[in-house]
């Protein structure tokens, strides 16, 4: 006897994705209002369902709506009246013939790697797209199978709060006034800002650089402290105000503005000092800790235009790589066992009907059962490949040539493509005049409002010793170990010898991972603890080391030990961003988004230095005999600057 059905599609996702195949499989001549509402299964079903013509239209707006969210542009009738027909270009929806050199390709291949962890959305989809329609050739015009293209950095590039805003920023453009709320560094009010964009950048965390209108004055905002979705001001202006705006659009004002110049010379010498009061004022009373709730596993419930680039970009990732086991689905999408059921399951109802309602629809192999135990306990463990099965998989069809330059994935591939320039390591140019070539060809491709915001992101590394940094890069590129002199979180010194495999970025921490012999297993080190790395020339790297590279970077996080502390920690509304970095275990957003999270961390010295190095942005809650320590060495060196 077999389980009872518990698990179901998800038929917003579905409904969405056959409407786009159904219009789509019409050809140029596009279909009807009411030839849409009988050849898409779903609303056919709802219409023999009772369903009325005045709540189907509004199901059918909806749709609409949450695919163009996704780059699937739906043509509009021109004219109110049942012969008018929706269309979807098959020049917007997917890519022109794009041919691509070897050189070109390799650039691509390192884009790929680089973010293979990272949560730009609708990069995959991106990627995949560009390489399905691409034309490679070789110096002798012959398809060419690609070379290694060498050691690389693995990126993860800002928190998704970060990421999803610089989504909407760029979608936005620049030159065009908009509005947002902020919460500056140390305060815990929330102020509505008003600008005009310059220009995107990263520095460890994504900024907007920005000319504020109502200071007259150019300044920089950290993404993750925008609150809200910033939104286009409208006119009227005021006289000054709309001469700002006017002198920006003409190029008159900020003309020589160098981005770059700009994320180099942040300095966090201001803040630091400023900090000192914050922190003292944070802890001078005794701390109030509110009631905190577990994490719950898993994600919260996606916005639908979301669930819908999620299950577009699983379909592309699928067909791409000719079948995906389950565990690289879970682990790519970070999702629960249960949305891979669901949105497999929503996947499989997918299609549409032709003129004579001959029914085609996806097919996943192997199905995934509709019982939640034996998809958790049969299908997953069996962890076999799935593939996509569609008897007319051609450039009709939307699966076989995907939404492939949506806004959210046309971005995130730009960006990728931007750290390959920027970031690149010395010995790389020609890898680097590749990526520039490959992303002023798809400039062209994509609307020029987002081409705009595309062309004045900035990509610049955290501070790190550059002979360091130069080390670990010949140590990784020649494949020898190192001797590094590492200073920890309590500032202990130690030696190490390391077989450094990778350069990784997170955020505003750069890590060189490798494997460790003093401690016998990988590690990630953060360059700048790093007072020193010699390569140990005539070495070779161990075995354990060559194997790291073949498995996914893992995240930086404290381990528990004998000397890890509990504590409570509140994240200022500027920083509740970085509390998912602290692997909480409880905590509680509050009214004014400030985060409390319980946590552990590797020692109390170093739980103290934490406190400082935020400079106000983290309030030490408990332990109790811990946050009087920050109180008094807070007062200590106040009192030390006064003297100075």
Same mark, same amino acid.
């Given at each position: 006897m077999s389980a009872a059905q518990e698990a179901t599609a998800d038929y917003g996702v579905a409904r969405a994705l056959s409407v786009a195949r159904t219009i789509m499989d019409a050809g140029p001549l596009g279909?009807?209002?009411?030839? &849409?509402?009988?050849? #898409?299964?779903?609303?056919?079903?709802?219409?023999?369902?009772? +369903?009325?013509?005045?709540?189907?239209?509004?199901e059918f707006s909806r749709d609409k709506k949450h695919l163009r969210a996704c780059g699937i542009d739906i043509q509009e009738p021109q004219a109110d009246g049942e012969e008018y027909?929706?269309? &979807?270009?098959?020049?917007?929806?997917?890519?022109?013939? @794009?041919?691509?050199? @070897?050189?070109?390709?390799?650039?691509?291949?390192?884009?790929?790697?680089?973010?293979?962890? !990272?949560?730009?959305?609708?990069?995959?989809?991106?990627?995949?797209?560009?390489? !399905?329609?691409?034309?490679? =050739?070789?110096?002798?015009?012959?398809?060419?199978?690609?070379?290694? *293209?060498g050691p690389a950095l693995q990126l993860s590039l800002g928190s998704e709060q970060e990421l999803d805003q610089l989504v909407i920023l760029a979608q936005l453009g620049t030159d065009r006034p908009l509005s947002f709320g902020y919460t500056a560094?140390?305060?815990?009010? $929330?102020?509505?800002?008003? $600008?005009?964009?310059? /220009?995107?950048?990263?520095?460890?965390?994504?900024?907007?650089?920005?000319?504020?209108?109502?200071?007259?004055?150019?300044?920089?905002?950290?993404?993750? =402290?925008?609150?809200?979705? *910033?939104? *286009?001001?409208?006119?009227?202006?005021?006289?000054?105000?709309?001469?700002?705006i006017d002198e920006i659009a003409a190029g008159t004002r900020y003309a020589q503005l160098d981005i770059r110049a700009v994320?180099?010379?942040f300095t966090a010498g201001q803040e630091r000092h400023d900090g000192l009061h914050e922190i003292y004022r944070l802890h001078a009373q005794p701390a109030e800790v509110p009631r905190l709730r577990p994490l719950t596993a898993g994600r919260s419930s996606d916005p639908a235009e979301t669930k819908i680039e999620r299950v577009l970009n699983m379909a592309a990732y699928l067909l791409a790589h000719d079948g995906v086991p389950p565990s690289e689905l879970l682990q790519k999408y970070g999702i629960s066992p249960r949305q891979l059921q669901?949105?497999?399951?929503?996947?499989? +109802?997918?299609?549409?009907?032709? =003129?004579?309602?001959?029914?085609?629809?996806?097919? #996943?192999?192997?199905?995934?059962?509709?019982?939640y135990e034996e998809f958790e306990q049969?299908?997953?463990?069996?962890?076999? *490949?799935? #593939?996509?099965?569609? !008897? !007319?998989l051609d450039d009709s069809t939307p699966l076989a040539r995907p939404v492939s330059l949506s806004k959210p994935g046309a971005l995130a591939l730009l960006i990728a493509l931007q750290v390959v320039i920027d970031l690149g390591s010395e010995g790389q140019q020609s890898l680097s005049e590749a990526a520039r070539s490959l992303r002023r060809k798809i400039l062209t491709l994509v609307p020029e409002a987002l081409a705009q915001s595309a062309r004045s992101v900035?990509?610049?590394?955290?501070?790190?010793?550059?002979?360091?940094?130069?080390?670990?890069? +010949?140590?990784i590129a020649e494949g020898t170990a190192a001797?590094?002199?590492?200073?920890?979180?309590? /500032?202990?010194?130690?030696?190490?010898?390391?077989?450094? $495999?990778? @350069?990784?970025?997170? /955020?505003?921490?750069?890590y060189l991972r490798a494997f460790c012999h003093t401690a016998g297993g990988e590690r990630l080190f953060r360059l700048d603890r790093m007072r020193t790395l010699t390569v140990l020339a005539g070495s070779e790297r161990s075995q354990a080391a060559r194997e790291l590279p073949l498995h996914q970077v893992p995240a930086a996080r404290v381990p528990r030990t004998a000397e890890s502390v509990d504590a409570v920690l509140r994240f200022a509304p500027s920083a509740a961003a970085e509390a998912d970095a602290f692997a909480p275990q409880r905590h509680k957003i509050e009214d004014d988004g400030a985060r409390v999270i319980a946590t552990h961390y590797r020692s109390a010295a170093a739980l103290i230095q934490l406190i400082f190095d935020a400079g106000g942005d983290i309030e030490l809650l408990q332990p109790e005999a811990l946050r009087e320590q920050v109180r008094q060495r807070a007062e200590f060196l106040i009192g030390r600057t006064i003297d100075a």
């Open positions: 279909l009807t209002k009411a030839e &849409i509402r009988e050849r #898409v299964e779903l609303y056919r079903s709802a219409k023999a369902n009772g +369903q009325t013509w005045e709540s189907w239209d509004r027909r929706y269309t &979807i270009s098959a020049a917007d929806y997917g890519l022109p013939p @794009l041919t691509l050199e @070897l050189a070109e390709r390799i650039a691509l291949q390192r884009a790929r790697t680089l973010f293979s962890g !990272s949560r730009l959305r609708g990069l995959d989809h991106a990627l995949w797209a560009l390489e !399905s329609v691409a034309e490679i =050739r070789g110096a002798d015009g012959q398809q060419e199978p690609l070379p290694d *293209p560094h140390g305060r815990r009010g $929330v102020q509505q800002r008003r $600008v005009v964009p310059l /220009g995107l950048g990263a520095r460890g965390h994504w900024y907007l650089i920005a000319h504020d209108l109502d200071r007259d004055q150019q300044r920089s905002f950290r993404l993750d =402290r925008i609150q809200g979705t *910033p939104v *286009p001001l409208k006119p009227p202006f005021s006289a000054d105000v709309q001469q700002a994320l180099e010379a669901r949105d497999l399951l929503s996947l499989q +109802q997918v299609g549409s009907f032709d =003129r004579n309602y001959f029914a085609d629809f996806i097919t #996943v192999s192997p199905l995934p059962p509709l019982s049969q299908y997953l463990p069996a962890d076999a *490949p799935i #593939v996509l099965l569609d !008897s !007319s900035t990509m610049t590394a955290s501070r790190v010793d550059e002979t360091v940094l130069t080390a670990a890069a +010949q140590a001797d590094m002199e590492y200073q920890d979180a309590e /500032g202990s010194i130690s030696r190490r010898i390391i077989d450094p $495999v990778q @350069l990784v970025h997170d /955020g505003p921490r750069s």
